[in-house]
């Protein structure tokens, strides 16, 4: 079965800077999109950045300038670079993949990490 594990989340202090990473594992056939999503107590969850296959990125206006998604394709992870951190930011983050598992025809499911805790506090 495919997994999605991130790492890289934890406490910053604002202005500060965290970057998460997200591996994929399994019998992965393609990935087509790669995106953080978010989501703070009392929130819904937010999408923040996606990564298509071919290398276009788009941003949630919030965090423009400040975030970068990026991905290894070869290593199946992609990665959010997180630079001057508000409080606002302070959520779980999850990261998200649309891919397809290894079968006589592939079929493009999403698949979900379990989040990664981010706090911005002084």
């Known amino acids: 079965q495919v997994q999605l594990v991130e790492s890289g989340g934890g406490l910053v202090q604002p202005g500060g800077s965290l970057r998460l990473s997200c591996a994929a594992s399994g019998y992965i056939f393609s990935i087509n999109t790669m995106a953080w999503y978010r989501q703070a107590p009392g929130q819904q969850r937010e999408l923040v950045a996606t990564?298509?296959?071919?290398?276009?990125?788009s941003y949630l206006d919030s965090v423009k300038g400040r975030f970068t998604i990026s991905r290894d394709n070869a290593n199946n992870t992609v990665y959010l670079q997180m630079n001057s951190l508000k409080f606002e930011d302070t959520a779980v983050y999850y990261c998200k993949m649309s891919l397809a598992e290894y079968a006589i025809v592939p079929i493009e499911d999403d698949y979900w990490g379990r989040g990664t805790q981010v706090t911005v506090s002084s």
């Open positions: 990564s298509t296959k071919d290398g276009s990125t």
